[in-house]
């Protein structure tokens, strides 16, 4: 459930409905309320960092109908109607997904802090490419900035989920 916002007198809020990891939510945003700024401190999903704040380093990077978007540069309004995932949305049913899985398994993270926004524009990559090369993968993921790694192992989680991936589909 939404945590009650302080609102000025003067602000018409904006009733919004969209697919919060597969269930519905319904909150009311002010026009100019960042998408990071419900997610995280309303709706308590804080998997999904503040860093830069314009598009550059992707720890906000959220899934907006599937596609990678930065949260701190997307107004709320903007996903009515939509479907959103963020990396709380990603496992199902008590099981991580594969990228989760190997993240862990390869040592794709140091810190963390970047993880939540890596993993969710590698599945978008992989849901879009499921056998990337490893220079498509580079270009796709350009837009997410790792500080402590040199992304070798990143690198290396991702192409392991992706076989992990195909293989799942075969049987």
Not at 120 to 137: R, V
């Amino acid at each position: 459930m939404a945590k009650p916002m302080t609102r000025h007198a003067d602000t018409q809020m904006i009733p919004i409905s969209f697919t919060l990891n597969g269930r519905l939510q319904e909150i009311d945003v002010e026009p100019n309320e960042l998408l990071l700024d419900v997610i995280r401190e309303r709706l308590g999903l804080t998997g999904a960092k503040r860093s830069c704040d314009v598009q550059v380093c992707g720890a906000c990077t959220l899934l907006l109908d599937g596609r990678p978007i930065s949260a701190s540069t997307t107004l709320a309004f903007e996903v009515r109607g939509r479907s959103l995932m963020t990396i709380e949305g990603l496992a199902e049913n008590g099981k991580l997904h594969p990228l989760q899985d190997c993240f862990i398994e390869y040592g794709g993270f140091q810190c963390g802090f970047c993880t939540p926004g890596m993993i969710l524009a590698a599945k978008a990559l992989l849901d879009e490419n499921p056998d990337p090369t490893e220079e498509e993968l580079k270009h796709f993921m350009h837009g997410n900035i790792c500080r402590c790694t040199g992304y070798k192992k990143i690198i290396e989680s991702i192409m392991a989920a992706a076989k992990r991936i195909r293989e799942t589909k075969k049987t």
